[in-house]
C-alpha cells in the first residue's frame, strides 16, 4: 500500500521559512516523480510544483517560482519542500503526491501552512 | 497555461439517480505519445483527494463501476448511474498534458 506521510507544517509569519518533509513507502520511490499541491482552505486545488524521480528535473507554478524549492532524497524515500519568503497567500494544506506521466497516482494526508503575523 | 473549466459547479442529485460532471480545457489534451492525459479525483468531506479516472476513462482499481469517463480533444465527462450516499463530495478534473498542470474548479455533488 501507498503511504505518503507529510510533516514541517505550522505557523509561521509572513516573510518567514518553513521546510515540509513528505515520507513515501509501498513503492520504489525512486522510479517515480513527485508533486506538490496545494488547497486554500474551502477553495479548490493547485499545482505548485513536480520533480523527476532522479531529481534532475524540476517544475514550479509562477506563482512560488524563485520562493519554493522542491528536492528530494532517494536514499531516504524523503520529498521535501523548502518554503521561503512566504506570503498569506501561501496559507494552504500542501499535498505531496506520486505521480506518473501525466497523472498523481495517490495523494499524502496533507500538512496545513498559516502564513499570519 | 491551460485552462480547465468545470461545470455545474453545485450538482444536486436525487439518490439513485444519475449524476453528470463537465470539463472543458482550452486546448486539446491529446499528446503527441497518443494519449490523452485528463484526470479526474473525487475529495471527500475532510479527505485527501484521491483518483477515480486517469487518461479520460481509465477507472482505478477499488473505484465502483458507476463512475465513468468519457470524452476527446478539448471536452470530457465524469458520470455517475447511480448516485449513492458516499459519492457526496467535490469532483475535480485536471490536465496532465503540458506544465503548470491545472485544475478544474471543482463540481461540488450533494444529495438533494
Known amino acids: 500500500e501507498v503511504q505518503l506521510v507529510e510533516s514541517g507544517g505550522g505557523l509561521v509569519q509572513p516573510g518567514g521559512s518553513l521546510r515540509l518533509s513528505c515520507v513515501a513507502s509501498?513503492?520504489?520511490?525512486?522510479?517515480?516523480?513527485m508533486r506538490w499541491v496545494r488547497q486554500t482552505p474551502g477553495k479548490g486545488l493547485e499545482w505548485v510544483s513536480d520533480i523527476s524521480s532522479s531529481g534532475d528535473a524540476t517544475y514550479y507554478a509562477d506563482s512560488v517560482r524563485g520562493r519554493l524549492t522542491i528536492s528530494r532524497d532517494n536514499s531516504k524515500d524523503t520529498l521535501y519542500l523548502q518554503m521561503n519568503a512566504l506570503r498569506a497567500e501561501d496559507t494552504a494544506i500542501y499535498y505531496c503526491?506520486?505521480?506518473?506521466?501525466?497523472?498523481?497516482?495517490?495523494w499524502g494526508q496533507g500538512a496545513l501552512v498559516i502564513v499570519s503575523s | 497555461d491551460v485552462v480547465m473549466t468545470q461545470s455545474p459547479l453545485s450538482l444536486p442529485v436525487t439518490l439513485g439517480q444519475p449524476a453528470s460532471i463537465s470539463c472543458r480545457s482550452s486546448?486539446?489534451?491529446?499528446?503527441?505519445?497518443?494519449?490523452?492525459?485528463l484526470n479526474w479525483f473525487q475529495q471527500r468531506p475532510g479527505q485527501s483527494p484521491r483518483r477515480l479516472i486517469y487518461?479520460?476513462?481509465n477507472r482505478d482499481s477499488g473505484v465502483p463501476d458507476r463512475f465513468s469517463g468519457s470524452g476527446s480533444g478539448t471536452d470530457f465527462t465524469l458520470k455517475i448511474s447511480r448516485v449513492e450516499a458516499e459519492d457526496v463530495a467535490v469532483y475535480y478534473c485536471m490536465q496532465g498534458l503540458q506544465w503548470p498542470r491545472t485544475f478544474g474548479q471543482g463540481t461540488k455533488v450533494e444529495i438533494k
Open positions: 486546448q486539446s489534451l491529446k499528446h503527441s505519445d497518443g494519449n490523452t492525459y
Open positions: 503526491a506520486k505521480g506518473s506521466p501525466g497523472t498523481i497516482d495517490d
Open positions: 509501498g513503492f520504489t520511490f525512486n522510479k517515480y516523480a
Open positions: 487518461k479520460v476513462s
